[in-house]
Structure formats: C-alpha cells, structure tokens
C-alpha cells in the first residue's frame, strides 16, 4: 500500500517528521540524560567514551520515537490487522445484500429471480427460485424499468407503489451486474419521506385556509364600506367591529403559528432553569382570574404547600398552563368549575387542569393534539380558537421529556394532565 511505502520520498518526508515529533517530546529527558554522561565522563577523564555514549543514546532515541509516534497517531491501525481484497472476497453476495437492509432482487438475464434479501421479502412477500420478476410488479413504471434491464440499457430510477398490507412507496433502480446479463433491482422505501411531506403540505393548506377566511370576510367588509355602505355610518360601524374582529384572529392565528415554527427549530428547551410548578401555576392563574371570572366559572387550587421543582422553560410551561386553562375557560365554562390540582409521584410531578363542562367524545381523544384538529370548527372559531393550542402543548411537554394525558366523556367535562420530570434532587 502506498502508505506503508517507505522507499517514496513522501513516506520519507513522513518519517523525518515523526522523529522531529519524537524528539521534541522526549526533549526535556534527552537533555538532562545526555547532560549527566557528558558530566559524568568528564569526571572521570574519558571524554571519547561520554562522546560515544551520546551518539549511542541519540541513536536509540530516534528509533525509539518512531512507534512512539505511530501510536499516538494511529491507535486502532496497529490493533486492527490491515483489511485485503482477500478480506472482502469471503464475504457472500447474500451477506452483503442482507447487509444493505432495503429490498435487493437479483435476477438473471432472462429476468428469473436468482435471489431476493429478507427486506425484500418483507416487503413484497416470499420470492421463490424461478419466479419472474415482470410477474411480480405490474405497474407500468416497473414493467419499463424491467424491460430495459432485461435489454441491459441504463434507465432512471423510478417511483413505485405498494398498496397492502399497508401503503408505501419506493424508489427503484436497476443496474447490471456481473457482466453477463444479470441484473440487481434495489429499493429505497420513501414511504416516512412522503408522510412528512403530506404532513407539510397538508399544514400548509390549512394555515392558508385558516388565514384566507378571515382575510375574505374584510376583504367584502372594505368593498361593501367602498361601495353600498358608503354613506351608512351604523353599518360602518359594526362592519368596522367584525373586521378588527377577524384581524384579531389572523393575529391569534400567526403567533399560534410563530409559537410552533420557533419549537420546532429548536428541539430541545433552551434557557432552563430550576422553577417551581406550584408557583408557575399560581401566576397563571392570576394573570387569568378575570377571565375566569368572566366566564361565570370557579376556581379551585389545590397546590402543594412544598415547592414542586422542576427544570424547565418557565415561560413555555405558562404557555403549556394558559393553554389548558383558557379551553377550560372556552369549552367548559358551563361547568361553573375549575380544578387545578398537583401531585407528585416518584420522579414526576402532574398537574391537572380539570373543567365540568360538555367534554369531549372518546374518538375524538387520541387526535385533540394533531395540528387545526378541533372536536368543532365553529364552536372553537367562535371562541376565538386556533386550532393550535394543544398541538403547541404537546410540542413543548415532549421537549422537556414529559407528556399530556387528556381524560373525558360526554357530560363529564375533561381533565388535562401534564406530566413533568421533578427536578433530580426532589425525586422521592
Ligand atoms: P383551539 O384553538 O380550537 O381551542 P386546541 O388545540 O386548544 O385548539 O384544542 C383543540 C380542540 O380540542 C378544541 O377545538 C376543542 O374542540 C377541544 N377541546 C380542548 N379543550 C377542551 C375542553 N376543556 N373541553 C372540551 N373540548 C376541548
């Protein structure tokens, strides 16, 4: 290998640079040694022997220093013997492709399956020898990347879609192997890749729906004020009220959005600190009380006396608290009550924000976190909802390894809980 060749004038330079190295550690101890047999042959009247001796130690000195250097440089190279084609060539071909981990089928030249890789049998079922490749896929795409291998020309590589047991999608690529016509299909499963698009595309559209209603109605306000209602000062008036209205739920609408888009750039909770939930939950609750009152409701504290710490983004756990007390505020009002309560468990501290209204049918449950899910579109835009708010409460529990739990059933209102890590000190 060109790296082990010392004859090169390269490997040399290498070499020479390593006994500089060597010797510049071993300075300080080299000098002191080669000080003391200069000292010491002095002494004793043998100047030529203490020169020998020098040259003697220099000697072993710089051969020394080369290993030296080779191990601090290169640790694992000396531990590891030096890999070879050899090495490679008692690996099997089956090894190899069970090793890739995505489908890989290898056909011969007349397009029969010689082998197929367990990913490619998970996903398209077993492959027995003999079996022809055009019979088992027969989308059109497939059937021409199949035909042009068949023909061994080089075609691009394809989408491809897989409906049961469950949908997926992958790209496929051919490319001929070995020389005689055989051919290796491989898979990439893009199936995550376009959930998460769909999720993109599908936030998307409803943000641009969210802000175009709004955005329609003042728009027919402005043409109605510019024309019919020009000279009606009772119509501009109430006109005027509605639009400030519908401005105000874009504004809701874009700082529930800002809210998201700054979690999600940063995955982790910055600016931790040590902070007492009881406490947080006390200044919400203040910053809140009038409209708790205003929504004809009563609050009920049952905090710890102790401090409950956590470590935590203060202001996004008041965030997480204003959430969940102002639904219990929209949705629950007709229950008249409002529990909050906090307990501790082992590592755990759960807060439950609890109200006596309508609640919450039972299928609805496991998607109340799913961005714009509401239970009703008019009864939360009446309310002055987003459509975010507990997609914005899981959001920021999950960046401080904690979650929510929401229990309900029609007629007996909704408890929100949220479970937080204590702090690690105050674990009991
Ligand atoms: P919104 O801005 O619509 O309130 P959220 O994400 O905060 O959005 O809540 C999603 C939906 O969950 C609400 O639209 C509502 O249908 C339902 N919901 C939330 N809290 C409660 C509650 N305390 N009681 C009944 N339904 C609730």
Same mark, same amino acid.
């Given at each position: 290998?060109?790296?082990?060749?010392?004859?090169s004038?390269?490997?040399?330079?290498r070499l020479?640079?390593?006994w500089?190295?060597?010797?510049?550690?071993n300075a300080?101890?080299? +000098?002191?040694?080669l000080?003391?047999?200069?000292?010491?042959?002095?002494?004793?009247? $043998?100047?030529?022997?203490?020169?020998?001796l020098?040259?003697?130690?220099?000697?072993?000195a710089f051969?020394?220093s080369?290993?030296?250097?080779? @191990?601090?440089?290169?640790?694992?190279?000396?531990k590891l013997?030096?890999?070879?084609s050899?090495?490679?060539?008692? %690996?099997?071909?089956a090894?190899?492709?069970?090793a890739?981990?995505?489908?890989?089928i %290898?056909?011969n030249?007349?397009?029969?399956?010689?082998?197929?890789?367990?990913?490619?049998?998970?996903a398209f079922?077993q492959?027995m020898?003999?079996?022809?490749?055009?019979?088992?896929?027969?989308?059109?795409?497939? !059937?021409?990347?199949?035909?042009?291998?068949? &023909?061994?020309?080089?075609?691009?590589?394809?989408?491809?879609?897989?409906?049961?047991?469950?949908?997926?999608?992958?790209?496929?690529?051919?490319?001929?192997v070995?020389?005689?016509?055989? #051919?290796?299909? #491989?898979?990439?499963?893009?199936?995550?890749?376009?959930?998460i698009?769909?999720m @993109?595309?599908? #936030?998307i559209?409803?943000?641009?729906?969210?802000? =175009?209603?709004?955005?329609?109605?003042?728009?027919?306000?402005?043409?109605?004020?510019?024309?019919p209602?020009?000279?009606?000062?009772?119509a501009?008036? =109430?006109?005027?009220?509605?639009? !400030?209205?519908?401005?105000?739920?874009?504004?809701?609408?874009?700082?529930?959005?800002?809210?998201?888009s700054?979690?999600?750039?940063?995955?982790?909770?910055?600016?931790?600190?040590?902070?007492?939930?009881?406490?947080?939950? &006390?200044?919400?609750?203040?910053?809140?009380s009038?409209?708790?009152?205003?929504?004809?409701?009563?609050?009920?504290l049952?905090?710890?006396?102790?401090p409950?710490?956590?470590?935590?983004n203060?202001d996004?756990?008041?965030?997480?608290?204003?959430?969940?007390?102002?639904?219990?505020?929209?949705?629950?009002?007709?229950?008249?009550?409002?529990?909050?309560?906090l307990?501790?468990?082992?590592?755990?501290?759960?807060?439950?924000?609890?109200?006596h209204?309508?609640?919450i049918?039972?299928?609805?449950i496991?998607?109340? +976190?799913? =961005?714009?899910? $509401?239970?009703?579109?008019?009864?939360? &835009?009446?309310q002055?909802?987003?459509?975010?708010?507990?997609?914005?409460?899981?959001?920021?529990?999950?960046?401080h390894q904690g979650?929510l739990?929401? &229990?309900?059933?029609?007629g007996e209102?909704?408890?929100f809980?949220?479970?937080?890590?204590?702090?690690?000190d105050?674990?009991?």
């Amino acid at each position: 290998m060109v790296s082990d060749n010392s004859a090169s004038p390269s490997s040399a330079r290498r070499l020479a640079a390593r006994w500089r190295a060597g010797l510049m550690r071993n300075a300080a101890v080299l +000098t002191a040694a080669l000080g003391a047999i200069l000292l010491l042959a002095l002494l004793a009247g $043998r100047p030529l022997l203490g020169i020998g001796l020098i040259v003697a130690v220099l000697t072993v000195a710089f051969a020394g220093s080369r290993p030296a250097a080779t @191990r601090r440089t290169a640790p694992p190279a000396q531990k590891l013997p030096a890999p070879s084609s050899a090495d490679a060539g008692r %690996l099997s071909a089956a090894e190899l492709s069970e090793a890739i981990g995505d489908p890989l089928i %290898l056909c011969n030249a007349l397009g029969v399956v010689m082998s197929a890789n367990r990913a490619a049998s998970a996903a398209f079922g077993q492959f027995m020898p003999g079996d022809l490749i055009a019979l088992r896929f027969r989308s059109p795409e497939m !059937q021409a990347l199949i035909d042009s291998a068949l &023909r061994g020309a080089p075609s691009a590589a394809i989408e491809h879609a897989e409906r049961v047991p469950i949908e997926r999608s992958f790209k496929v690529g051919a490319t001929m192997v070995g020389g005689d016509g055989r #051919f290796a299909l #491989f898979f990439r499963d893009q199936s995550e890749t376009r959930r998460i698009d769909r999720m @993109r595309a599908d #936030f998307i559209a409803n943000a641009s729906h969210e802000l =175009r209603t709004p955005l329609a109605s003042i728009s027919g306000f402005i043409e109605t004020l510019a024309g019919p209602a020009k000279n009606d000062p009772q119509a501009r008036e =109430r006109f005027l009220a509605i639009m !400030q209205n519908q401005t105000g739920r874009m504004a809701r609408l874009i700082d529930d959005l800002l809210s998201l888009s700054r979690l999600e750039m940063k995955p982790l909770a910055g600016a931790e600190s040590r902070v007492d939930l009881g406490d947080l939950a &006390r200044q919400v609750t203040v910053s809140l009380s009038q409209m708790i009152r205003e929504n004809g409701m009563v609050l009920a504290l049952d905090l710890k006396d102790a401090p409950v710490p956590i470590v935590a983004n203060p202001d996004e756990i008041v965030q997480v608290l204003e959430n969940l007390i102002e639904n219990a505020c929209k949705y629950g009002q007709s229950g008249k009550r409002l529990d909050i309560s906090l307990s501790t468990e082992r590592d755990e501290a759960s807060l439950t924000v609890r109200d006596h209204g309508p609640g919450i049918p039972t299928e609805h449950i496991p998607r109340l +976190t799913e =961005r714009f899910y $509401r239970v009703d579109v008019e009864t939360s &835009r009446a309310q002055k909802g987003t459509g975010l708010g507990l997609a914005i409460v899981k959001h920021i529990l999950s960046r401080h390894q904690g979650r929510l739990t929401i &229990r309900s059933a029609p007629g007996e209102g909704a408890s929100f809980t949220i479970h937080l890590p204590l702090a690690e000190d105050s674990q009991t």
